[in-house]
């Protein structure tokens, strides 16, 4: 019997490419694997994403196609950011049940729980309460996506044999992360700016905010091994852990971090030596984010790469990206 053909949106992107990562180092064969870059693709067509699964027929689906970004880009392209995520997830899942694919994954985001959710954030927590103003567009878009793979196994898995399911990783980082000065997340920013305030000597760097808000990140390829392992989960045992309109399964490292205590920690990773800074006229966003981790580690998961030696595997990521 042949290895199962399988389709990653969004392979160039960093969850998508850790995905590839993984199932490449458990034995997947490279030309089973249905990879699209998005010049060649664009997932926001509905025509153009119906045309490549009907073509390919895929028998699994990793749905990590997204538009992400920090809080500045949240803020500043909001209307981006909820109409492509809308439209990647729509065409994707629908395209998928049109043409058969009984097994999808869907990687949703954290910032799907309520601003001011119950810390730490169980999966129960979901459309409690208002969620945070600065990315609720790329919220609303992630929820919408957990709704659709619901929807479609309430109304078609018993008759299809329809299988979707839905992980929300924490902040991520590491290979293949986006390090652009204004539209990137917390680690790869603060990577950028110490390296260059490390070249420049540099007194001082600025971070933005208080430095008090507590997060958690948890290694790329970390998730990339949680999908696997929730998409391989024995369907009785997936049903007995989740609810038909409860099924999305939090994945983090179940530890946080304050932003100053991050900061720092980068700093020396990268050997910057000035003083670090804060600006508490910048927006923090919510004071806490850390996700309860429990259903999954229950479920046989658990995380393999510390901070640290993340950040460390990261720094050597930015500098092999920015050798030219």
Not at 205 to 223: A, H, N
Not at 229 to 234: A, G, K, T
Request: proline share 6%; aromatic share 8%; charged share 20%.
């Amino acid at each position: 019997m042949s290895a199962a053909k399988i389709f990653v949106a969004g392979h160039r992107g960093m969850v998508g490419s850790a995905i590839v990562r993984q199932l490449l180092a458990q034995g997947h064969p490279e030309d089973r694997l249905i990879l699209r870059r998005s010049s060649e693709l664009d997932l926001t067509n509905q025509q153009a994403v119906m045309d490549l699964l009907s073509r390919e027929k895929p028998d699994e689906i990793y749905l990590a196609a997204a538009k992400v970004g920090g809080i500045h880009a949240n803020n500043t392209y909001p209307a981006e950011f909820i109409y492509q995520n809308l439209m990647i997830e729509a065409n994707i899942i629908h395209g998928a049940f049109c043409v058969g694919v009984r097994k999808l994954l869907f990687l949703g985001s954290s910032c799907i729980y309520p601003k001011l959710a119950p810390q730490p954030m169980r999966e129960d927590a979901l459309l409690t309460g208002a969620l945070e103003p600065t990315n609720e567009p790329y919220g609303i878009a992630k929820i919408a996506g957990i709704k659709l793979c619901e929807s479609y196994n309430r109304q078609y898995g018993a008759s299809h044999g329809l299988d979707y399911r839905s992980v929300m990783p924490t902040n991520l980082y590491g290979p293949g992360d986006n390090y652009h000065p204004e539209n990137s997340h917390v680690i790869p920013a603060l990577i950028r700016r110490f390296h260059e305030a490390k070249l420049q000597r540099l007194p001082s760097v600025t971070i933005w905010g208080s430095g008090r808000p507590k997060r958690e990140f948890l290694y790329v390829d970390d998730l990339a091994v949680a999908s696997l392992h929730v998409m391989h989960l024995d369907k009785s045992t997936y049903d007995a852990y989740t609810r038909p309109m409860l099924s999305h399964i939090n994945v983090g490292c179940g530890q946080d971090i304050s932003i100053a205590e991050l900061a720092s920690l980068i700093g020396r990773v990268i050997g910057f030596e000035g003083r670090i800074e804060f600006d508490p006229g910048k927006p923090d966003g919510p004071p806490k984010k850390l996700l309860d981790n429990r259903l999954l580690t229950s479920l046989g998961w658990s995380v393999s790469v510390g901070l640290e030696e993340g950040l460390h595997r990261a720094y050597t990521d930015f500098l092999e990206q920015n050798r030219s």
